[in-house]
């Protein structure tokens, strides 16, 4: 099992990115995917989730509104499109699957994780 996370850059206050997660070794259908991050100093924080099969998703309160988070069960791919972003935004990405088709908002919950994406918000 292996995630690779990509999609990550610089952009200004109120720009946009779309994170990337690249699933290989699993069905990212059949498992919940989620999206983490972590700031410099700061301990990892859930941002959002989908589940398995008919995605419901989930997104913490800091960026409801502001994410969204989508699966391409063609590609194997679940993405995190990340609009209006501000400085508070800075973050190393990682995604995640728990490897149970539920989401969960514990990191300790998560069983796979890549590699993290640098997403940094800057005027």
């Known amino acids: 099992v292996q995630l690779q996370a990509s999609g990550g850059g610089l952009v200004q206050p109120g720009g946009s990115l779309r994170l990337s997660c690249a699933a290989s070794?699993?069905?990212?259908?059949?498992?919940?995917t989620g999206w983490f991050r972590q700031a410099p100093g700061k301990e990892r924080e859930w941002v959002s989730c989908v589940n398995a099969g008919v995605p419901r998703t989930y997104y913490a309160d800091s960026v409801k509104g502001r994410f969204t988070i989508s699966r391409d069960n063609a590609k194997s791919t679940v993405f995190l499109q990340m609009n209006s972003l501000n400085p508070e935004d800075t973050a190393v990405y990682y995604c995640a699957t728990p490897f149970t088709a539920g989401c969960a908002t514990q990191p300790g919950r998560y069983r796979y994780w890549g590699q993290g994406t640098l997403v940094t918000v800057s005027s």
């Open positions: 070794g699993f069905t990212p259908e059949r498992y919940a």
